[in-house]
């Protein structure tokens, strides 16, 4: 049975993780920076090396084409991820898929195989969101789903623009955003959680993608001192501020559904130990794979904090940051992962993904499916992310299974 390079694959996602890393030993490789254009460049060299067509488009999206005379004109299966990290990485997330969607194409390259159609790798920009926002934003724009002047006039946290950055480093393509509609696609990713782990289950199929709804909360009451404050007659918001995330973290406990949420990020103004806040800032995150379900917490938080406002006497606002709405995977594809994996001899369990990932908007053009390998302690975005060396191979190896069959019809 046909088997990847496993020296030369977990060589290439060592020496990727070691791109972008500090004297202080982290890695910090955020989308468009002087990092990010070494990671790419770097992997550019390998597209090359593989004799693979290199193309990048508008949106700084990045594809490695392997096509013939003889499939040229066929939709090709597309596989990827992306390569930019969060602050303080680990060296898998994205990158585990990017480099093992090469590794497929060489590995079968080099076994002489003659796909009816072309296979192509992508590494699409700015999927963790970190310096830009929203996050997937590669993927969403090729997928049609953000317009790509939009995107490019984007300001990131450093007060830079999308568009201005890429070109700098040199990956501002011409290619239009969606010049490759795929055949299929098909998303090789570490779990990011513990669930494959902690049940002994070497590979993840990954039927569906929780929805996500982002927004920002702006609490605002008023400043006074500290001391002398009696708590009966304050405003304060840091106060109202804390009522938000413990009702959002009991009505997710108590509710015997998938749904999550969380308190990310939080600001107080003016920020003195002695002074009651008068302004909090925070972020929500909710999830959950079903729509109608994920509309019902969101209606929630809003009734809530109508309450809130009149109850603490601070007045709120809400902006919406990004909203995603759950994705049902390729049935087809999804029994694809399975029947490689038991033709390898290995488990598999149906999966939902708790994390958004570029197949949830390629998915909107194209049948997608993901698979997931194990994450030891379930830790990602994180220095001690780790996938064990055989687990990764051997979810590259279903990879390859996989795409060999899409590739031949």
Known sequence: MLSIDAERLLGRIRELGQIGRGSDGRLVRLAATDADKAGRDALVSWLRTAGLEVAVDRIGNIFGIWRTADNADEPPVLLGSHIDTVINAGIYDGCYGVLSGLEVIETLKAAGHAPARPIAVAAFTNEEGVRYAPDMMGSLVYAGGLPVEEALATVGSDETTLGAELERIGYKGSKEPGFLKPHAYVELHIEQGPVLEREGVPIGAVENLQGISWQRVTIKGEANHAGTTPMTMRRDAGHAAARVVTFLRDRARNANTPTVATVGCMS????????????????????????QRLQVEEAALAAYLKELAADEEVTISVERLARFEPVTFDRKIVELVEDAARRRGLASKRMTSGAGHDAQMIARIAPSAMIFVPSIGGISHNPREHTPDASAVAGANILLEVVSRLAAE
Request: proline share 12%; no cysteine.
């Open 268 to 291: 107080f103004e003016p920020n003195a130990i002695n002074v009651i806040p008068s302004q909090a800032t925070f972020t929500v995150d909710l999830r959950d794979p079903d729509e």
